[in-house]
């Protein structure tokens, strides 16, 4: 993404240089690269869309939280002793800059990823990008500040209990949580194993979901890598229903967040979206599990043996909680993944009635003094949102929603069962009023409706439960013809001829999922059936279609020029 004032990689390069001695803010940084040497790859990245190379990424200019890998630099995870020099790029970060995104350097972060402050950093408290007496958040702080400030264009970071979200919430600025092991997190530095996603950081969701979606693959690498299954869902519905948590259940919030987030669910309601209240006191106290059970055995397993071995290396308050952890029974996890299950297995079902969570992404936003006064009762105040979404495998978005009656930041989360990260991004980018960039890349599959499945007609609808995703208007070639079928609905017959005696048609394009497209085939009525046809641009994409026998004696309506003007003629010429 070169600059869109036509500006070269290599300037932009300089210019966040220059921003970034600008806004001096050395707690941000870990480990920046020599400019000289970026500078280098930024002409390299110039020639090569010189020469005509595919680089849709070409210009984006990147910081890497300092506990993913990034070849030639150290990766301290905030810990001194700790640091270890990585031979080669995380998958996530050799990913993006294959497209052609550039490596500034290395962010601070609450150590080895243990918080949601910002604070907890041998490398200093990194400081809210507007209000330096605030907390930024964390753990992912300087990837947030970095972002806000304007020093990159995206930033990567880790989330387990919430940090690619509250950091973004705190600063004004999107943050994604892709569903588990959709992102690699091969070359990350573990927290909680199990429980890790790598997140992106951007001022807007476009960019920030074009870099998730770069990312997003299998990977042989990390044995938690996930692709995405026959039924992603590849688009939200046009008037959906969000679930807000019950009166109880907002207790925590602090009262300018309070009202932050009521006007913010006013303007989501008034915007279309059917709001309703869920009881949500079972993900309350499923989030309590992450640092209250013996599931804080994973972070022990990540770096237990280092934080014994290096007492007077690590942070207090995070070498509490690792060692804390270190003699949980086996028995005592197993419950606690029980209980997880359990509460998992709800939601899934609850999900089938709502299209998504619309909550808060934390309670308050406080100073940097308080939380050195209370460093683990804040912390675990304002992960009350969102620990609980990966210890449940949910996906999730975080934007900007109204700010606070002071004018201060305030953020939401969309929240949505594994795999409706597309679900959830559309229904953030609605709140942002921004359109949604497509994450879900080529897991659907493309189908052209020629009749009653098209918008405003009545089988649209199937479309809709499908979640299949519009993707505009297209015609077919000039090779068929359209009856009428005597069926209820109405519905039209498409048959490819030869000779010349066809027409061009209007239809629709939409992206479905595999199993979606499979249940169509499966309820599809004799003698209908799903085959190729031919657009105008000369693809081929799947659609219904017929053959000439099985629709002989149906009555010809190619001369109306589609099945919308046979329908509704009067509405067709009224609007030529």
């Not at 609850?350 to 940097?368: G, K, M, Q, S, Y």
Request: hydrophobic content about 45%.
């Amino acid at each position: 993404m070169i600059g869109s004032n036509g500006s070269t990689v290599v300037e932009k390069v300089r210019e966040a240089y220059a921003r970034i001695a600008e806004c001096d803010r050395p707690e941000v940084w870990i480990s920046l690269r020599a400019e000289s040497d970026v500078l280098t790859q930024a002409a390299d990245v110039d020639a090569r869309v010189a020469r005509g190379d595919e680089l849709p990424l070409a210009g984006v200019l990147v910081g890497v939280k300092d506990n993913i890998d990034v070849g030639g630099l150290d990766t301290t995870c905030a810990c001194p002793a700790f640091a270890r020099g990585a031979a080669a790029d995380a998958t996530v970060v050799a990913r993006l800059t294959a497209l052609g995104a550039v490596v500034l350097g290395k962010t601070n972060l609450d150590q080895f990823a243990t918080g949601l402050v910002g604070t907890r950093s041998p490398y200093g408290a990194v400081r809210h990008s507007t209000m330096p007496d605030r907390v930024s958040g964390g753990s992912s702080s300087g990837s947030a500040v970095a972002v806000a400030l304007g020093m990159v264009d995206v930033a990567l970071g880790t989330d387990t209990a919430g940090s690619g979200r509250v950091p973004a919430a705190l600063n004004g600025i999107v943050g994604i949580k892709p569903t588990l092991g959709l992102v690699s997190t091969a070359g990350v530095v573990p927290a909680c194993p199990d429980f890790d996603a790598v997140t992106v950081f951007a001022r807007d969701i476009g960019l920030a979901g074009r870099v998730v979606a770069a990312m997003i693959g299998g990977d042989p690498g990390d044995p938690r890598s996930r692709t995405w299954p026959a039924d992603t869902p590849q688009s939200a519905p046009a008037s959906p229903t969000v679930a807000v948590p019950a009166e109880a259940d907002l207790a925590a919030l602090s009262p300018g967040y309070r009202q932050a987030f009521d006007a913010t669910v006013a303007a989501y309601s008034a915007a279309g979206a059917t709001v309703v209240t869920l009881d949500m006191a079972d993900l309350l106290d499923a989030a309590t599990l992450l640092y209250d059970s013996a599931l804080v055995a994973e972070r022990y397993a990540a770096v237990g043996e280092f934080v014994e071995t290096h007492p007077d290396d690590v942070d207090p308050v995070v070498g509490a909680i690792v060692r804390a952890s270190a003699d949980q029974p086996a028995h005592r996890y197993v419950d606690d993944r029980t209980a997880l299950a359990v509460t998992a297995a709800t939601w899934r079902a609850r999900f089938a009635d709502v299209d998504a969570l619309l909550l808060p992404t934390t309670t308050e936003h406080p100073t940097i003094a308080e939380v050195a006064a209370e460093p683990v009762a804040i912390n675990r105040r304002m992960g009350t949102f969102t620990n609980f979404c990966n210890l449940l495998d949910l996906a999730a978005v975080a934007v900007p929603g109204e700010p606070t009656p002071q004018g201060e930041p305030f953020g939401v989360m969309l929240v949505g069962p594994a795999f409706a990260d597309q679900v959830v991004l559309d229904l953030a980018a609605r709140l942002t009023g921004e359109p949604s960039p497509v994450v879900t890349g080529d897991s659907g599959v493309e189908l052209v409706v020629v009749g009653a499945h098209m918008r405003s007609l009545p089988l649209h609808h199937q479309l809709v439960a499908a979640h299949a995703r519009f993707l505009g208007e297209v015609e077919t070639s000039a090779a068929y013809r359209m009856v009428a079928l005597d069926s209820v609905p109405p519905k039209p017959g498409l048959v490819r001829v030869g000779g010349g005696d066809g027409a061009s048609l209007p239809g629709e394009l939409y992206r479905m999922s595999p199993a979606a497209l499979g249940s169509f085939l499966h309820n599809l009525p004799a003698p209908m059936s799903l085959g190729k046809v031919e657009l105008a641009d000369g693809r081929w994409v799947t659609g219904f279609v017929f053959d000439r026998e099985s629709v002989s004696g149906a009555t010809d309506v190619t001369e109306h020029g589609g099945w919308r003007a046979y329908m509704n003629p009067e509405v067709e010429r009224s609007t030529r």
